[in-house]
């Protein structure tokens, strides 16, 4: 969940057109609304590996849903003062408040620049990949590494610690998109089990 949590809070500050870590940075004001089908893999050391398979939606500065459809349901919803994480195999969702000034998600939909304190940033115009390594060694995440084609992301990879790999591919990217409200208020079945944090 914490590799998750990490790929979206940058996902919003890095999807736009540019050329250096500093115009991406700026651009992050222009940008409204992101929707991506994705396709994640992830690979955990000596367990093999898992795919899956949905969509993503964020509005910045205030919502994001990252949407599982397959192999089963499962939804990571963010606003500025809660995450919930909804699995349909254990029928359970979780709801955790959030401090927007503590949690490195929200302080960056509300301060992109603030990226800075946490990442150190270099991208390479020859590969178009924007890499980021946490400044803080215990952070759990070796380095995050952002593809960028046309202008937008269309690929993230990510690497921790402890040797697992998570590769994300964004297709059917939309900017500024209109995202109905409905989207950010996923039904549950009524046997959830809802615990609070």
Known sequence: MRNIILMLMILISVTAYAETVESVL???DKIKSYSADFVQKTE????????YSGRLYIKSRSRAMWDYQKPYRQFYLFDSKMMQFYDSETK????QKLDPTA??????MYNP???RKDFTASFNDATDRLTLNPVKKDSGIGAITFTVKSGVITGITTR??????????LTNIKIDPEISDSVF????????QIFNH
Do not use: C, W
């Not at 955990?44 to 795919?51: A, I, P, R, W």
């Not at 359970?92 to 709801?95: N, P, T």
């Not at 208020?185 to 959830?192: A, E, G, L, R, W």
């Open 26 to 28: 700026a651009s992050l």
């Open 113 to 115: 620049s603030d990226m």
């Open 103 to 108: 949690n490195a998600f929200m302080r960056l």
């Open 44 to 51: 955990l050391e000596g367990f093999g590996s898992d795919t």
């Open 160 to 169: 921790d610690q402890n040797g697992n790999n998570t590769s994300i591919v």
């Open 92 to 95: 359970q969702l979780i709801k």
């Open 185 to 192: 208020n996923p039904s549950v079945p009524k046997d959830t």
